[in-house]
């Protein structure tokens, strides 16, 4: 790539970093053990907290999301005990491959793609056995389903299984109540709508999960010890070398949620979602989710039938320069998914469905010109007008 040729990252994952965050990441190196970075590091839990919707305290990895997945296993699961795990995703599907290597029992809930699990589902079956943890992908971004939290820790209260969510591409696009919902371990990471690089891993619990978590009969655990990080962060550190540089882009962005305000940066997720699901509609691209609560933070889309979704992908990135993804999984070629979390404007939006039309006229898909934008720009202005 050259400074002449554009590069638009639009992907559900790794998304665009904004530059007052990429300014704060270049700062010289701090100790990890100084008060400097220690200050930095409780400011960034305090800034975290509201967004997770907890009074837990907040715990940073050096990890991708899929480490946090596994770490939250490891320090919930005694040897041979039972998981349930929602498979109604790609992710899903990881958790159970993890779980699958620790040696643990694992029942999966089977749910169509496209679809969410509910409480009554998740219910019935915790009743017929004794689990220790049920699983749920908040926000598969497989699939752009949302799952709804609130009915699934309701119908978990009360019992002995922990709720564990991984909110990797939820958090800080969807709205999580991590205490208000009963969720016992949230896991998440720094690159999709916290609006930074890869890298820093995220973990919240509940004090129910903490009785769990502190017993000494769990899997193997060194690195993820959950009772390390515990023990640590009652100093404001963590238990080896954090990336310090990563974490002080963190804080900047955790500010950058709070200058804008939550409920607007949730509100703009929607807003932008919305428009450019339209904005694809009108040029004949569906949206894939078949379930009640649609995703804001990646717009997953089926691809026409006369299209392979890996030709688009493809043109938009080297036509255009704008950075798509298709599908790792059984949807390959047929849905094309693109990023709303994070740093995007409406004209991002904008910028996409002009791209996405030129790119499928380039295929034989003709639409009428400026469909799209005509249809995502009635929704961006309808609602910024009524802020
Ligand atoms: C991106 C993502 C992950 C984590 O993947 P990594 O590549 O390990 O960061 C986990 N769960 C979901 C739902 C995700 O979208």
């Known amino acids: 790539m050259t400074a002449s040729q554009p590069y638009r990252l639009r992907l559900p994952g790794p998304t665009a970093v904004p530059e007052r965050v990429r300014q704060a990441i270049a700062r010289p190196v701090l100790s990890h053990r100084g ?6 590091l409780r400011r960034s839990e305090e800034m975290l907290q509201p967004v997770l919707g907890t009074r837990n305290r907040v715990f940073f990895f050096s990890s991708s999301g899929t480490g946090m997945m596994e770490a939250a296993l490891v320090n919930v699961l005694g040897p041979g005990e039972r998981v349930l795990i ?22 999966t809930l089977d749910i169509p793609w496209g679809l969410a699990p509910t409480a009554p589902q998740v219910e019935e079956r915790i009743q017929n056995a004794d689990y220790r ?32 969510v991984d909110s990797v591409s939820g958090l ?42 502190n017993r000494g009969d769990r899997l193997s655990r060194f690195y993820w010890d959950f009772r390390k990080a515990r023990a640590a962060v009652e100093k404001s550190e963590t238990p080896f070398t954090t990336p310090v540089s990563l974490i002080t882009g963190l804080h900047e962005a955790l500010q950058m949620i709070h200058e804008e305000g939550l409920p607007r940066v949730l509100a703009r997720h929607q807003r932008h979602s919305r428009a450019l699901r339209a904005g694809c509609a009108a040029l004949g691209l569906t949206s894939y989710p078949k379930a009640e609560k649609v995703s804001s933070t990646v717009v997953c ?23 798509i993804a298709g599908s790792r999984n059984k949807l390959d070629g047929r849905v094309i998914r693109i990023g709303t979390m994070g740093c995007v404007s409406a004209g991002d939006i904008l910028m996409d469905l002009a791209h996405l039309e030129a790119t499928l006229a380039e295929l034989g898909w003709a639409v009428m010109p400026g469909a799209g934008l005509a249809a995502a720009a ?7 007008y009524a802020r």
Not at 35 to 40: R, Y
Not at 177 to 197: G, N, T, Y
Not at 301 to 323: A, F, H, Q, S, W
């Open 378 to 384: 009635a929704i961006l202005q309808e609602e910024s």
């Open 172 to 213: 800080g696009g969807v709205e999580m109540r991590q205490d208000e919902w009963s969720v016992d371990i949230v896991a998440s990471s720094s690159q999709k709508a916290l609006m930074c690089p890869p890298g820093v891993g995220v973990i919240s619990m509940s004090d129910k999960a903490w009785e769990t978590v």
């Open 35 to 40: 008060p400097e970075f220690t200050a930095i």
């Open 133 to 164: 943890a049920v699983v749920v992908v908040h926000n598969e971004s497989s699939t752009g389903v949302v799952a709804d939290l609130a009915a699934i820790g309701a119908a978990l209260r009360g019992r002995d299984a922990l709720l564990v």
């Open 86 to 107: 929602s498979t109604h995703g790609q992710f899903g599907e990881r958790f159970v491959a993890i779980a699958g290597a620790l040696g643990v029992r694992v029942d």
């Open 301 to 323: 889309l089926d691809v026409p039938e006369k299209l392979n979704g890996k030709d688009i992908v493809r043109r938009l990135k080297e036509r255009y320069g704008t950075v």
